[in-house]
T-cell receptor
């Protein structure tokens, strides 16, 4: 399996809802990432997990809460989001957190906050 | 951190012509430069990358060149085809934590 998978593909939620995004990879990669991407813009790094531990939080608001239950899974818990949080949320993984390690992206979850 | 600038922001070419996208970076310690292609509604996919120990790398119709002295690298697409239409992002690692910093993207349109 050489893919990163994400569920759901689309998500519509209200500002008072709680929802979770899920990401999975079975490539044995030890680094996993969450990115946020607005239309026609580059991906913006949100969080990095290295060996299942949070290593980077790019000053993301606490309404986004990441979780790494094991080396293959990555979740992003959402609560009390704002309409401006509507975006494509991409998960990625890489063999390591070293600088020469290619990142593989999942297909993303298209999130709409009403 | 790393600052990556990408030009042009949009590029329209006739099918069969070449396309060139250029990126500059700020951190002289950077030594890995990937290029991602993102088709509409799809995930970014790595199409080619280059490490600082080489000046050029080719893969069929795609090539990347690196000038470490000038701190810029370029993507070259020859004999463009309609399926080359997409947004292309260059990237370089940040020196403080090696995470990728992306350029702003270039929307390439290949006219049939």
């Amino acid at each position: 399996d050489t893919e990163v998978t994400q569920t759901p593909k689309h998500l519509v939620m209200g500002m008072t809802n709680k929802k979770s995004l899920k990401c999975e990879q079975h490539m044995g990669h030890r680094a996993m990432y969450w990115y946020k991407q607005k239309a026609k813009k580059p991906p913006e790094l949100m969080f990095v997990y290295s060996y299942e531990k949070l290593s980077i939080n790019e000053s993301v608001p606490s309404r986004f809460s990441p979780e790494c239950p094991n080396s293959s899974l990555l979740n992003l818990h959402l609560h009390a989001l704002q309409p401006e949080d509507s975006a494509l949320y991409l998960c990625a993984s890489s063999h390591s957190t070293g600088e020469l390690s290619e990142q593989f992206f999942g297909p993303g979850t298209r999130l709409t906050v009403l | 951190g790393e600052n990556v600038e990408q030009h042009p922001s949009t590029l329209s070419v006739q099918e069969g012509d070449s396309a060139v996208i250029k990126c500059t970076y700020s951190d002289s310690a950077s030594n890995y430069f990937p290029w991602y292609k993102q088709e509409l509604g799809k995930r970014p996919q790595l199409i080619i990358d280059i490490r600082s120990n080489v000046g050029e790398k080719k893969d069929q119709r795609i090539a990347v060149t690196l000038n470490k002295t000038a701190k810029h690298f370029s993507l070259h697409i020859t004999e463009t085809q309609p399926e080359d239409s997409a947004v292309y992002f260059c990237a370089a690692p940040r020196s403080n934590d090696y995470k990728l910093s992306f350029g702003a993207g270039t929307t390439v349109t290949v006219r049939a």
